[in-house]
């Protein structure tokens, strides 16, 4: 014979111990049937109005359902999203291996009149991937040509305002972009070495707050903790990869 629990009772319903559902509380009760006990003799039943028996808090994260439905509309959703980040992905590889080919497709000119005109027919989305690839032609003798041509089309008899407009702007974006590259490309050869002196640092939170106090924790760095996590994964090495993401978060407290 089956044994039932006897549960403290209030008005004949049997009241379970409170569960805890994250920051709510929900009583949950058991009615005892005592008329039908008494009608044929047999002993009282018990009818659950509702289950939610959680001691160990093993579910306090999981959100409520009613019933079959929002579980099925959940399921839906999920399906859903993967879907559509499916898509997004399947999208963003194209548009990058669209991209890609196109830049590919162009050849950097070596004489620097031809360089200008090179730039000026650039896209403005592939300025700074020109910039970067480029740079090495970018450098006083080019700036020193690209000045004297503004200079020659101002005193011409009939200057092209249009045309000067247009090489002065581009004279101004290619010095500013080429200081973010050289700035990008030093910040890039020295995040492995700050990386290697963090991990060897036998206080690596007190080291984090030297480099924060110093601006080493920039971008190139993350991007560096970011590869090292990646790099663990494809490896099989999880117990790195667990290491460095504590790492990076640890870091990203310091962006700069």
Not at 105 to 134: G, H, K, Q
Request: proline content about 5%.
């Amino acid at each position: 014979m089956m044994m039932l629990a006897t549960l403290p009772s209030v008005g004949g319903v049997a009241v379970r111990p409170p569960v805890q559902h994250g920051s709510n509380t929900r009583v949950t009760a058991c009615r005892i049937n005592t008329m039908s006990g008494k009608s044929n003799g047999r002993k009282p039943s018990v009818r659950a109005n509702a289950a939610a028996w959680d001691p160990e808090g093993l579910y306090k994260k999981t959100p409520e359902m009613s019933g079959i439905i929002d579980r099925k509309l959940m399921g839906n959703r999920a399906d859903e999203d993967k879907k559509s980040k499916s898509v997004m992905e399947t999208f963003m590889a194209a548009h990058k291996e669209e991209v890609n080919m196109r830049r590919e497709s162009r050849i950097v000119p070596e004489d620097p009149y031809e360089l200008v005109e090179f730039f000026l027919e650039t896209e403005a989305t592939d300025m700074n991937f020109e910039v970067a690839r480029c740079r090495p032609k970018l450098d006083e003798d080019f700036f020193a040509m690209l000045n004297k041509q503004i200079g020659i089309e101002k005193i011409s008899p009939t200057p092209d305002e249009e045309r000067v407009t247009e090489l002065e702007m581009l004279r101004d974006y290619l010095t500013e972009a080429v200081e973010a590259v050289d700035t990008a490309t030093q910040q890039v050869s020295a995040a492995p070495e700050r990386l290697k002196s963090l991990l060897e640092a036998a206080n690596k939170k007190e080291k984090l707050r030297e480099m924060a106090s110093n601006g080493e924790i920039d971008q190139a760095f993350m991007d560096l903790l970011e590869q090292n996590i990646e790099g663990a994964q494809e490896a099989g090495r999880e117990d790195v990869a667990e290491f460095m993401t504590k790492v990076r978060q640890a870091a990203g407290k310091f962006m700069i």
